[in-house]
């Protein structure tokens, strides 16, 4: 038997750890477009990125790893074409025959035409080397233009303002990071920039005028599923690679994992695609114990965490395209150390903690769960008594 998994990110790496972990026997391959082992990408934004970390914290395994556990890796050569008939993916260089096919082809950076034809260098923030190079061009007196101001596009700004450059985010919203975290939240996360320095110019959409003046310029506007190998094989995809809750694109020799992956979500009931770092942790292992023999679906709500400046916070549920109706929060947004609970008719669709991490278990139990408000807002009520609340119904 045998495993091929076409991705050399956090998905692939931990699909390919979970199929050894789970005694799977057979034949795995990895095949990467990129020239490294599989690795995470959250601190090429943040730890690298500041100059805290080196780039080798990037990495899932040591490079010995893979021989020991006879993963075969296939590095800087993508897969340019799936025959599903033969059961078989090609490279430029070779035909690789599978049982078994994962695909975890991640998302490439959204582009800004306006930015690219600005004549002024610009990055989009991605791979290793994308890091490599941002990391080098910010510095004391550059004037960084930032446009986006959702998670990326924040966390670079805190990095370049820790480097000592002049920063200004471009948001066409309202409100940084306002479609996630509504009014009420957002607005933190705007004053925690401004009170950093950060020229934040928001509601407007950004000019070519605008990044006449940068440096450098910054595109995070979003990511697209890299689904064109799924769609020439005939593959099920509508912003993703159609799978269902245990992973199975329409193909069920073929699953679709991490970011590139459209789950029908059976907690959620609805279809969702998270580009989220725990996401492609929890579809890894799904997978690796599915083609194990042990049938698994990924059910946990989405799960995602960020740091800019000394904000620490992490963030469950989804508040999807109904919404909320009513937002609690608890504690001190100035300091800021708090919690919030977005609800939608009286059941928590989504929390979050700032700077308060003992209180991700807690807010994590209550997501999904009915809740009074009045009791949610009530910081003389602890959490775990909330919890136990929301279990006995
Ligand atoms: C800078 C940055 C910071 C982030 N920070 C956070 C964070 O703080 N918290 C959080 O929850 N999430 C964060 N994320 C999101 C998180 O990194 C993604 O959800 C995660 O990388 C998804 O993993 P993946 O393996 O599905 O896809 P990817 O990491 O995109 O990996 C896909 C890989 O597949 C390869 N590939 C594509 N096509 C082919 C092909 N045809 N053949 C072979 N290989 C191919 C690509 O080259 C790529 O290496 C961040 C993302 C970025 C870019």
């Known amino acids: 038997m045998s495993v091929v998994v076409v991705g050399g990110g956090l998905a692939a790496g931990t699909a390919v750890t979970s199929l050894r972990d789970s005694g799977y026997d057979g034949r795995v391959v990895v095949v990467a477009a990129e020239e490294h082992p599989p690795y995470e990408r959250p601190p090429l934004s943040k730890g690298y990125l500041l100059g805290d970390d080196p780039i080798e914290v990037v990495y899932l395994h040591e490079p010995e790893w893979y021989a020991e556990n006879e993963v075969e890796l296939r590095l800087g050569e993508p897969v340019v074409a799936i025959d599903r008939a033969a059961r078989s993916v090609r ?25 690219d034809e600005s004549g002024r260098p610009v990055s989009y923030l991605r791979t290793i080397e994308d890091a490599q190079r941002l990391r080098a061009s910010l510095g004391a007196a550059s004037r960084v233009a930032i446009v986006g101001g959702g998670w990326i596009g924040l966390e670079v700004a805190a990095a370049a303002r820790a480097a000592g450059a002049d920063v200004t985010v471009h948001e066409t919203a309202p409100l940084p990071l306002l479609a996630v975290l509504g009014p009420e939240v957002a607005q933190v996360f705007a004053d925690v920039h401004r009170a950093h320095g950060v020229d934040l110019r928001l509601g407007a959409a950004v000019t ?115 919404g909320y109706d009513r937002v609690v929060l608890r504690g001190d947004t100035r300091a800021p150390r708090f919690t919030a609970f977005w609800l939608r008719e009286g059941t928590v669709v989504a929390g979050m903690h700032v700077n308060d991490w003992d209180a991700i278990e807690p807010v994590r139990a209550l997501v999904g769960h009915r809740a009074d408000p009045d009791r949610l807002a009530d910081a003389g009520v602890g959490l775990e008594t909330l919890v136990g609340e929301a279990a006995r119904g």
């Open 208 to 322: 070519a005028a605008d990044l006449q003046d940068a440096d450098h310029v910054v595109v995070g506007i979003g990511a697209v599923p890299q689904t064109t190998l799924a769609e020439a094989a005939g593959l099920a995809v509508d912003d993703g690679v159609l799978v269902d809750a245990r992973l199975r694109t329409s193909d069920p020799a073929v699953f679709a994992i991490g970011d590139v992956a459209k789950v029908d979500h059976p907690v959620l009931g609805r279809r969702v695609r998270v580009e989220h770092w725990q996401t492609a942790i929890d579809h890894g292992a799904a997978v690796g114990r599915t083609l194990a023999g042990d049938e698994t679906e990924v059910t946990a709500q989405p799960y995602f965490y960020t740091d800019q400046y000394d904000l620490g916070m992490e963030y469950v549920g989804s508040l999807g395209p109904a």
């Open 91 to 115: 490279t430029a260089t070779e035909e690789l025959p599978y049982d078994h096919l994962v695909l975890a082809t991640g998302a490439v950076p959204r582009r800004l035409r306006l930015a």
